[in-house]
């Protein structure tokens, strides 16, 4: 019955994990708009003087997507063998992807300088739990990603064994393709 | 895509990445054992070590069995919660029996009974025990009867019913049922086992924090669940939180597995509609579990923050603050699929027992598909019924009451095929087969008050009484316990290789029939007599007024002896299961004439289940076909005579 499993395990797995992985992100937007629909005024006033660093943070979406691009290289690399360019254009990924954290970490720094904590309020507590909940999620992907580099430097993967780098894939694109929403909906709207 | 042998290639990398018992089975069967892994190999011709067989298993079957007393264990922790707070809600502020002071130590400090010794004991040493601030004299505070109905229903829901029902009965039956040789990721099967495991000691463990255990009813809601001050409730609430957090990584494990073993491991030739309708409902409630845990995972996480990082997402403060509704979204969102979480795989394991002995095709197979499905899907439109109190546009009360009366139709179309599958069969009244129907009657009542209390006028009344209590135990004990017992006593013989004891299981069923309805049925008339839910003292003293509580002082009586024989009956169960593991009759292969592949399985079943992985020719519910020999025609039998229509 080959022919009727056109997904292997790990692959169907994997895309099984992303339908948790929505809804716990569905379970914690959904509280994000609840505390941006029940408030004319947003941010609150007691935090009137915050800003998000929008402009730095659409420059890192940038980063993000682009490293999105490059995971896709990878996979058609890897796809024609060759296994030079799918080690550089992983390494390259998961480089963008910590660039991405640092950004991220050293703008959440300068924002609790400005005062904005998880205890301010419903506007900071939900900003640092569903934005850091997103990047716990880049952390995770970047460590199985580090994990495949890992594997891929000692020669596991060829044009017709890589699911290894196939899952990975699939979950790195699926935490880049979320950031987008989450900068709309936080920095933007 | 890759051509097919890029395929087969792909999958003999992933057996080797994951250590993984996803074998190609459905290649050439004689090709098996080549395809196999090495890992494989050691585990079918050497013999396992103890703790690999045993305590760190990755075969389905025995996780399945490690799922089944785990459940089983904690049914007696839960069912022991509820005979602690029945005896207060019969016999108010009087000691418990047995463990409780006499009434004469309690006036004049004399010592009488051996509890009183022990009670004598405890006072007199210097540190503070658990039972000294718990239940002084071996009475139940009200606190502390918070903390056991908020304990007895998680544990019920989480550690008890979702275990035996998808962890024991999923893990034991997927691959066999399917004819395959082990789930897709074996790993990740013991994973989810062990996070169970772990999360059930977690929960244990709050019952000793100081401040006791989490006591803001199961459904945890906020704000009272939020800040230690309104519950007195420090770290047994956290503790409660990040227990069912564990417990939605275990689910979240098991679910990935059981819906990838289904969707890529079917034997050859068994299509979807050749399905078993227990395997159907399991594949449909992996699908519930997964996507409905993480939104309470969410709501935990949030929760979690509120209680020790400072946040206000479900407390509303001078500068605005938080939601406590949102805690009621989020939970009931998840709530609700959790409800059908419990009940369709008891509908699933009902199905088989009917059409097994009724010896007929069930009726409508397709129709009890697409009614699962239904119910699956509606199960996450209706959430906002369990919140018409809480406050809400009546406009969306109307949505929520519609969509709600909306899941009596499928419900419905599955009781009439059942009825329709024993009707002028040749039905066999064997002790599984009357707790299937004890399943599909209780399930009616049950259902039926259901109907009730999805009218938003109606709910008002009768919001939080008792009648709301006799409905989910009326579904969830009437209906899931009975199919969890008639599944335990049909698959015994292929988990253990022998029969349970017909006499004591007839005598369990009976007695716990009984007692069962003389325990919820009376709940019902509470609750219209406006009985309230969660009281901990009934018959506490009401300025100049006679409260409804105590007009139902005998009644509560009648329900508590009746709950203690429940509790106690079910000893015998135990007594059974543990004595016909060592004792009971030799099974034969197929004891019970059955078609679906399970029982092709030489028993014991061997690790990798097949000799060889069976080809299906037919649906699973071929029996009393016009024509044939036998009244049963197994699945993997092959074709002999013209083509039936059986799918």
């Known amino acids: 019955m080959t022919e009727s499993r056109p997904l292997s395990n790990a692959k169907l797995g994997v895309l099984i994990l992303l339908g948790a992985e929505t809804m716990l992100f569905v379970g914690l937007i959904g509280a994000f708009l609840v505390f941006r629909m029940g408030n004319d005024i947003w941010p609150p006033l007691s935090h009137a003087d915050i800003q998000l660093p929008r402009l730095i943070t659409g420059a890192n979406t940038l980063l993000l997507i682009i490293s999105g691009l490059t995971m896709f290289l990878a996979l058609r690399a890897v796809q024609q063998d060759q296994v030079k360019q799918l080690r550089i254009w992983l390494m390259f990924t998961g480089i963008l992807g910590l660039l991405f954290l640092v950004i991220q970490g050293s703008e959440w720094i300068q924002l609790v300088h400005k005062g904005l904590t998880l205890q301010s309020g419903i506007y900071g507590g939900i900003f640092y739990v569903l934005i850091g909940c997103h990047a716990v999620h880049v952390l995770g992907a970047v460590i199985w990603l580090a994990i495949v580099v890992g594997k891929a430097v000692a020669g596991k993967f060829t044009a017709v064994r890589y699911t290894g780098v196939e899952t990975c894939a699939i979950y790195w694109v699926y935490v880049v393709a979320l950031w987008p929403i989450l900068y709309v909906l936080v920095y933007l709207v | ?647």
């Open chain 2, 1 to 647: 895509m890759q051509d097919n042998e890029n395929m087969s290639h792909e999958h003999e990398h992933d057996d080797d990445e994951h250590h993984d018992h996803a074998h190609d089975d459905n290649d050439t069967i004689e090709h098996t054992h080549e395809h196999d892994d090495d890992e494989h190999h050691a585990h079918a011709h050497h013999e396992e070590s103890f703790i690999r067989k045993y305590i760190f298993s990755l075969d389905h079957k025995m996780i399945g069995k490690q799922f089944l007393i785990y459940g089983l264990i904690m049914l007696f922790v839960g069912g022991g919660l509820a005979l602690l707070f029945r005896w207060q809600l019969a016999y108010p502020e009087r000691p418990l029996p047995i463990i409780g002071a006499s009434e004469k130590y309690m006036e004049d400090g004399e010592v009488v009974t051996g509890a009183d010794k022990m009670w004598e004991r405890i006072y007199d040493s210097d540190k503070e025990e658990w039972l000294e601030a718990h239940m002084p004299n071996g009475v139940v505070e009200p606190a502390i009867y918070n903390m056991l109905f908020t304990m007895h229903a998680t544990i019920m829901v989480f550690f008890v019913v979702v275990p035996i029902l998808v962890g024991a009965f999923g893990n034991f039956l997927i691959p066999l049922m399917i004819g395959t040789r082990d789930m897709a990721f074996p790993i990740l099967n013991m994973l989810s086992f062990w996070l169970a495991v772990l999360a059930a000691v977690i929960m244990a463990a709050g019952f000793i924090v100081p401040g006791g255990h989490a006591s803001a009813g199961w459904t945890g809601y906020a704000p009272l669940s939020v800040d230690p001050q309104w519950t007195g409730v420090g770290w047994g609430l956290n503790l409660w939180a990040i227990s069912l957090l564990i417990q939605g990584f275990s689910s979240l494990v098991g679910s990935i597995n059981y819906i990838t073993t289904v969707i890529n491991m079917r034997a050859p030739g068994m299509t979807w509609l050749r399905l078993p309708l227990v395997i159907w409902s399991l594949f449909i409630v992996a699908i519930l579990l997964l996507l409905a845990f993480p939104v309470l995972s969410s709501a935990l996480a949030l929760l979690i923050f509120d209680r020790l990082a400072g946040t206000t997402f479900f407390t509303s403060t001078a500068e605005g603050g938080g939601d406590p509704l949102l805690w009621q979204h989020l939970f009931w969102f998840f709530g609700h699929p959790e409800v059908y979480i419990l009940i369709l795989p008891g509908m699933g394991i009902a199905s088989e027992l009917v059409a097994v002995f009724s010896r007929k095709p069930i009726f409508g197979y397709r129709s009890m598909v697409y009614a699962m499905i239904a119910i699956a899907f509606l199960g996450w439109v209706v959430w906002g019924h369990h919140m018409f109190q809480s406050g809400m546009r009546p406009g969306m009360g109307a949505f929520f009451m519609t969509t709600t009366m909306l899941i009596a139709v499928p419900s419905a179309i599955k009781t009439f095929n059942w009825l329709g599958t024993m009707f002028r069969g040749s039905i066999r009244f064997t002790t599984p087969m009357l707790h299937a129907i004890a399943f599909v009657s209780m399930f009616v009542i049950g259902g039926l008050s259901g109907i009730y209390m999805a009218n938003t006028p109606v709910d008002i009344y009768i919001h939080d009484t008792y009648y709301i209590v006799a409905h989910i135990h009326y579904v969830v004990f009437g209906g899931s316990l009975f199919a969890i017992f008639g599944g335990i006593i049909f698959w015994f013989p292929k988990m253990y290789g022998r029969y349970m004891n017909d006499m004591l299981s007839k005598i369990h069923f009976w007695l716990t029939f009984i007692a069962f309805n003389c325990t919820f049925f009376p709940m019902h008339i509470l609750g219209v007599g406006g009985h309230r839910r969660r009281i901990s003292n009934p018959m506490a003293e009401a300025i100049d007024v006679v409260t409804q509580e105590q007009l139902f002082a005998d009644m509560n009586i009648f329900i508590t002896m009746s709950a203690f024989t429940l509790g106690f009956v079910q000893l015998i169960l135990v007594f059974n299961f543990v004595w016909s593991i060592y004792r009971g009759k030799v099974a034969e292969k197929n004891p019970w004439n059955v078609n679906t592949l399970e029982w092709e399985a030489p028993t014991p079943v061997p690790h990798g289940n097949f000799a060889q992985i069976p080809t299906v020719y037919r649906g699973p519910y071929e029996y009393s076909v016009p024509g044939e020999e036998s009244d049963f025609i197994p699945q993997a039998q092959p074709e002999h005579a013209p083509a039936s229509a059986g799918d």
